[in-house]
């Protein structure tokens, strides 16, 4: 069965790093997402990204993340100067059609900013 | 607007049945579920699309009551391995189609 794949599962990092989580989507899918669970808290959505442009993006998603698909197959999400706050886990999800197809998971990059 | 789930956890023996509601403010155009086992991603359990809908799965279904915006999600006969925490997306009407998670119900099954 296609799956999403994240790379790494656990990435450490130190204050005002830079880190680039990196995603695979299931490779018929056309819509992709990445979302962020802190510890304990609910799945707080950061950006969708269609036809190589973000589409919609939440408050989170301010100037220090950005994301690329730099080839046909890789998804990745930059946080360019993390802070600690930044620790959490990013999952990145892709979905074939919005509104009607369900949404696929990654197992997730866990982030510990120090 | 996120959704509003409840109960914000339930407790029980293995065999007993669970009503996890999940409920909007704003008009839904879908609703999803999932379960997300602690230290792992969600999984995804269903999409509901139609007012009125019910969907099911084994021993898991819901329901979707588009006109009062709220969704249910009903386990029967609850296993061990049902434990874990569920949460409901919503998408709204004439939005963006982009799930906005609730903070989830906190299911334990015990033996």
């Known amino acids: 069965e296609p799956e999403v794949t994240q790379t790494p599962s656990h990435q450490v990092t130190q204050m005002g790093q830079e880190v680039i989580l990196r995603c695979v989507p299931i490779?018929?899918?056309?819509?992709f997402y990445w979302y962020r669970q802190i510890l304990g808290q609910k799945v707080e959505f950061l950006v969708s990204?269609?036809?190589?442009?973000?589409?919609?993006k939440s408050e989170i998603f301010d100037d220090q993340f950005s994301v690329e698909r730099p080839d046909g197959s890789n998804f990745t999400l930059k946080i360019r100067s993390t802070k600690l706050e930044d620790s959490a886990m990013y999952f990145c999800?892709?979905?074939?059609?919005?509104?009607?197809?369900?949404?696929?998971f990654g197992p997730g990059t866990r982030l510990t900013v120090l | 607007q996120q959704p509003v789930q409840s109960p914000q956890a339930v407790i029980l023996r293995e065999g007993e049945d669970a009503v996890i509601n999940c409920s909007s403010s704003?008009?839904?155009?879908?609703v999803h579920w999932y379960r997300q086992k602690h230290g792992e991603a969600p999984v995804f359990l269903m999409i509901?699309?139609?007012?009125?809908e019910q969907k099911g799965h084994e021993k898991i279904s819901a329901s979707f009551n588009e006109k009062k915006q709220q969704s249910s999600l009903y386990l029967t006969a609850s296993q061990l391995s049902y434990s874990g925490t569920y949460f409901c997306?919503?998408?709204?009407?004439?939005?963006?189609?982009?799930?906005?998670f609730g903070r989830g119900t906190s299911l334990i099954v015990h033996p």
């Open positions: 997306g919503t998408e709204m009407a004439g939005g963006s189609y982009i799930p906005t």
């Open positions: 704003k008009a839904l155009y879908s």
């Open positions: 990204f269609y036809n190589n442009e973000i589409s919609e």
């Open positions: 999800a892709s979905r074939n059609r919005p509104g009607s197809d369900e949404q696929f």
């Open positions: 509901l699309l139609k007012g009125g």
């Open positions: 490779s018929n899918h056309l819509y």
